[in-house]
T-cell receptor
Framework: KQEVTQIPAALSVPEGENLVLNCSFTDSAIYNLQWFRQDPGKGLTSLLLIQSSQREQTSGRLNASLDKSSGRSTLYIAASQPGDSATYLCALSSNTGKLIFGQGTTLQVKP | GAGVSQSPSNKVTEKGKDVELRCDPISGHTALYWYRQSLGQGLEFLIYFQGNSAPDKSGLPSDRFSAERTGGSVSTLTIQRTQQEDSAVYLC?????????????FGPGTRLTVT
């Protein structure tokens, strides 16, 4: 059974700092990995999707990497801003697209 | 274009009542997913539709939960005889195809409170 773990559960950093969020999983037979952002009381916004054959994806200040052999993904946020404050979720996809989520990392970026 | 929409955004109901939650996926998306987000459990998969059929219902927590999808578009999640533990945010997502390589797009969710 696939299990997804995100560390740390919460993170507080000063504005401008570069940071890394971690996601680990137990079964390397995945189809893709998605990173989502969730603001309080809101739905999920897709940030990056990495296909199983890819190693990384970049969008603006965000970079996500995938290492299936070690069961790990990281989300790198460069030059963090207060507007980046949110909960970040990683999710692994099965062959039907069913997503299995981690518990999330709640990020606070202080001005 | 329009994203995934869900209604109602909030629903408060008394224990024992039935509720219906609605999801309108992105036009042209053949796959539709329901998830539940609760404080103690995080985000959990409930059911997956490909077209009008539901090949994976493995996440439905009890037989009080059912869902249908008509015309390959709108889906309704029904909870019968609601219990307090059903209180959660119910999220719907759609993707172009029901295959693992496609990105999922989520709606804003329905917050259900059972009193």
């Amino acid at each position: 059974k696939q299990e997804v773990t995100q560390i740390p559960a919460a993170l507080s950093v000063p504005e401008g700092e570069n940071l890394v969020l971690n996601c680990s999983f137990t079964d390397s037979a995945i189809y893709n990995l998605q990173w989502f952002r969730q603001d309080p009381g809101k739905g999920l916004t897709s940030l990056l999707l990495i296909q199983s054959s890819q190693r990384e994806q970049t969008s603006g200040r965000l970079n996500a990497s995938l290492d299936k052999s070690s069961g790990r993904s990281t989300l790198y946020i460069a030059a963090s801003q207060p507007g980046d404050s949110a909960t970040y979720l990683c999710a692994l996809s099965s062959n039907t697209g069913k997503l299995i989520f981690g518990q999330g990392t709640t990020l606070q970026v202080k001005p | 274009g329009a994203g995934v929409s869900q209604s109602p955004s909030n629903k408060v109901t008394e224990k024992g009542k039935d509720v219906e939650l609605r999801c309108d996926p992105i036009s042209g998306h053949t796959a539709l997913y329901w998830y539940r987000q609760s404080l103690g459990q995080g985000l959990e998969f409930l059911i997956y539709f490909q077209g009008n059929s539901a090949p994976d219902k493995s996440g439905l927590p009890s037989d009080r939960f059912s869902a249908e999808r008509t015309g390959g578009s709108v889906s309704t999640l029904t909870i019968q005889r609601t219990q307090q533990e059903d209180s959660a945010v119910y999220l719907c997502a759609s993707s172009l195809r029901g295959e693992g390589s496609y990105e999922q797009y989520f709606g804003p969710g329905t917050r259900l409170t059972v009193t």
